[in-house]
């Protein structure tokens, strides 16, 4: 069965003064998809980011999710995205479940509603034994863990994940990787960005390759690497260097 399109990403243009940031890419996100968004350092990844998790405008283009314009819906579409940065979102003096509690907040859930989606997230990502520490007790990957707990409180049915991978133990890398096959089973929407090539390839459906703000290429990784007749995607990297 083909998958259903959630994300339309349309000619999107993004300059930064005289700098051309995105330069007109287009591609799509699918419901029950991991889409992996590569490229070297300056490719417009974090711009990208930026601009679907509704933080930053473009200058031109567009993105539809779930038919509405990002432009013109923003704050309908903001409620269903869900958006792990790379930087941690954590207030490390607070706990794990008040940190949890606080974005609950902000994402406007209260009552039974707050109460069932705390206690959800804490099990989902195996916080249990942690939650009641102060954060800035806790190790690298419980802190990424609980980074992707504060993402998905308000049951988004797309996600960006920008590095969640990063600095993580291995333990804590296994437990966030079966949770991004579990919500992609679940039918969400998924994006996907990594500086490990093997993640990449191990996780992603598909593939958007960026260079200097245009998509080289974009479609599943057996198809990019006949393209470019190469074994890996890190083969690939390793030609343009």
Known sequence: MALETFVKVENLKKNYGNIEA??????EIKKGEILGIV?????????????????STAQSGDIIVDGKSITKSKQHIKKNIGYVPQELALYSSLSGRDNLNFWAGIYGLSG???????????????????????????????KRRLNIAIGLLHNPLLIIMDEPLVGVDIISKRKIMNKMLKLKSEGRAIVFSSHSTD???????????LENGRVK??????DILKEYKKDSLEDIFITKE
């Open 22 to 27: 995105l330069k007109g890419i287009s591609f």
């Open 39 to 55: 490229g070297p350092n300056g490719a417009g990844k974090s711009t990208f980011f930026s601009i679907l998790a509704t933080i």
């Open 112 to 142: 039974k509603e707050k109460k069932l989606a705390v206690e959800n997230a804490i099990l989902d990502m195996n916080l249990e034994n942690v939650i009641k520490r102060r954060v800035d007790t806790y190790s690298g990957g419980m």
């Open 199 to 209: 993640e990449v390839e191990k996780l992603c459906d598909r593939i958007v390759l």
């Open 217 to 222: 290429a974009y479609g599943k990784l057996n």
